[in-house]
C-alpha cells in the first residue's frame, strides 16, 4: 500500500462544476499536508498548504481530518484553466521537509 | 526572481550510456531535492541536501545513481549505466529550510 493514496482520475466536469478530491496518508506521524498542481509536461506547484481548521483560497477549499487520517480539496465554479493533474502530499515528521506525493488526481474541465 | 533551473529539459539515450543532470536552485535556498517522476505517478524523492551535505539519501540507487553538490549551490545527478527502466522526468527542488519547495522544469529522459 503506498503511503499517500488518492482518487484514481481521470475526473472530467463541465465549466462550473464543484469536484472533490479525496486522499488519504497512512503515516500518523505526518507532519503537514499540501496539494499540489502539475499542469502537464509542467512542474509541481503549491496550490495550498491544509490545516486542521481547514482552509479556503477562493474557490478552493481543503480540509484535512486527522483521526481519519483523509485530505480532500474541493473546488467550486471549474474553470477551463482548472484542468491539471492535483497532487496530494505530506510532510513527514522530523524528516527534515521529505515530501511524499500521491499519485495525483487528473482533472479535464470542458467547455 | 529566476527559479530552479536545470538543464537539460531532454535527453535521449541508449541504454548503458551515462547521463548526467544539471541544477541550479533559486538563491540562498541551503536545501536542494532531487526527485524522480514516472509517468502517472508523483514524484518521489531520490537525495535532499542541506548546504553541500548529502542529508538523505535513502532512495537513491547507489549501484549507478551519484550526486553532489560543490560549494552548496549547484548539483549535478548522474546515472552510469542507464537502464531502460530509468526513462523518468528528474525534478530538482529547493527550499529554505523546511519552508515551500520551489520545482525546477525537470529533464525529461529517455532510454532507448
Known amino acids: 500500500r503506498k503511503e499517500v493514496e488518492q482518487d484514481p482520475g481521470p475526473f472530467n466536469v463541465p465549466e462550473g462544476a464543484t469536484v472533490a478530491f479525496n486522499c488519504t496518508y497512512s503515516?500518523?506521524?505526518?507532519?503537514?499536508f499540501f496539494w499540489y498542481r502539475q499542469d502537464c509536461r509542467k512542474e509541481p506547484k503549491l496550490l495550498m498548504s491544509?490545516?486542521?481548521s481547514g482552509n479556503e483560497d477562493g474557490r478552493f477549499t481543503a480540509q484535512l481530518n486527522r483521526a481519519s487520517q483523509y485530505i480532500s480539496l474541493l473546488i467550486r465554479d471549474s474553470k477551463l484553466s482548472d484542468s491539471a493533474t492535483y497532487l496530494c502530499v505530506v510532510n513527514r515528521a522530523n524528516q527534515g521537509g521529505k515530501l511524499i506525493f500521491g499519485q495525483g488526481t487528473e482533472l479535464s474541465v470542458k467547455p | 526572481e529566476a527559479g530552479v533551473v536545470q538543464s537539460p529539459r531532454y535527453k535521449i539515450i541508449e541504454k548503458k550510456q551515462p547521463v548526467a543532470f544539471w541544477c541550479n536552485p533559486i538563491s540562498g535556498h541551503n536545501t536542494l531535492y532531487w526527485y524522480r517522476q514516472n509517468l502517472g505517478q508523483g514524484p518521489e524523492l531520490l537525495i535532499r541536501y542541506e548546504n553541500e551535505e548529502a542529508v538523505d539519501d535513502s532512495q537513491l540507487p547507489k549501484d549507478r545513481f551519484s550526486a553532489e553538490r560543490l560549494k552548496g549551490v549547484d548539483s549535478t545527478l548522474k546515472i552510469q549505466p542507464a537502464e531502460l527502466g530509468d526513462s523518468a522526468v528528474y525534478l530538482c527542488?529547493?527550499?529554505?529550510?523546511?519552508?515551500?519547495?520551489?520545482f525546477g522544469p525537470g529533464t525529461r529522459l529517455t532510454v532507448l
Open positions: 527542488a529547493s527550499s529554505s529550510r523546511e519552508d515551500t519547495q520551489y
Open positions: 503515516n500518523s506521524a505526518s507532519q503537514s
Open positions: 491544509v490545516y486542521s
